[in-house]
């Protein structure tokens, strides 16, 4: 296998690794409080998937 003849610098690879991003996450709307969450997921504020109640959430009072 053939190898380089001499060393790249710094900055080309800096240059080539510089679209070496991670990209930021999908984010849905809750149907139902319209909250960002994740895409299939239940929504951790109201509770609801697909416009019906999954978890049933107590509202608590501070006092």
């Known amino acids: 296998m ?3 003849k001499r060393r790249w610098s710094k900055a080309r690879t800096h240059s080539k690794r510089s679209t ?3 990209e930021q ?3 849905a ?3 139902h409080c319209h909250e960002p969450v994740m895409p ?3 929504c951790k504020n109201c509770g609801y ?3 019906k109640e999954v ?3 107590k ?3 501070n006092s």
């Open 49 to 51: 998937y697909d416009g």
């Open 40 to 42: 299939h997921r239940v």
């Open 55 to 57: 978890i049933s959430k």
């Open 2 to 4: 053939a190898q380089p």
């Open 20 to 22: 070496w991003k991670k």
């Open 29 to 31: 709307t809750c149907s």
């Open 25 to 27: 996450p999908t984010m």
């Open 59 to 61: 509202e608590t009072e």
